[in-house]
């Protein structure tokens, strides 16, 4: 599913983000920028040490935050590592940590000059925050920020299931019908 905002493109495609092609990849990263399951370990796993070794001299990052390294032996040239607030009852600052990590992902998008940048759905695996409700923040972050800044041209969310596509092709139509 595509969604044309203001001269940019939001797609919707379920699948593996470590195949990606856009100029970056995003990795939903821990603090510590340590490397572990879910998408973060799968970047890291296709990517190649060189990931981890520029991590490690960054040292961490806090939530809400993000940071750019190579892509390794990705496609994508760079990954850009956000992390997401891990998920109490949405009453922590859930909503404007998840969504600050999405904006300093295009942030850095942007300063690099890159055209393209492919997300996970952030802080909804181990971090437990609920799809349906991360989904509209973070299609509500990307929208906003591609109406109020130029220079994107493709911004893609990479589902890895039926059931968390569908809960952000629900929440693109509600935002951008």
């Not at 492919?118 to 952030?122: A, L, Q, V």
């Given at each position: 599913m595509d969604k044309k905002i203001d001269g940019a493109v939001i797609s919707l495609v379920r699948g593996d983000i470590t195949g990606e092609g856009t100029d970056a990849v995003v990795n939903a990263a821990n603090t510590r920028l340590a490397g572990g399951g879910g998408v973060d370990g799968a970047i890291h796993r296709?990517?190649?040490?060189?990931?981890?070794?520029?991590?490690?001299?960054?040292?961490?990052?806090?939530?809400?935050?993000?940071?750019?390294?190579?892509?390794?032996?990705?496609?994508?040239?760079?990954?850009?590592?956000?992390?997401?607030?891990?998920?109490?009852?949405?009453?922590?600052?859930?909503?404007?940590?998840?969504?600050?990590?999405?904006r300093a992902s295009l942030e850095l998008a942007l300063q690099k000059g890159l055209k393209s940048v492919?997300?996970?759905?952030?802080s909804t695996g181990a971090y437990g925050y609920?799809?349906?409700?991360?989904?509209?923040?973070?299609?509500?972050?990307?929208?906003?920020?591609?109406?109020?800044?130029k220079g994107l041209e493709a911004v893609r969310f990479v589902l890895f299931s039926d059931p968390d596509l569908e809960a952000y092709r629900k929440s693109l139509e509600k935002l951008a019908p």
């Open positions: 296709a990517g190649g040490p060189a990931i981890m070794e520029e991590c490690r001299k960054i040292g961490g990052c806090p939530a809400g935050g993000a940071v750019i390294t190579t892509g390794g032996r990705l496609k994508a040239k760079y990954v850009i590592h956000a992390v997401g607030p891990i998920y109490k009852d949405g009453l922590h600052d859930e909503k404007e940590l998840l969504s600050s990590a999405y492919s997300f996970p759905s952030i609920p799809v349906g409700e991360a989904s509209e923040v973070a299609l509500k972050t990307v929208i906003d920020f591609l109406r109020s800044r």
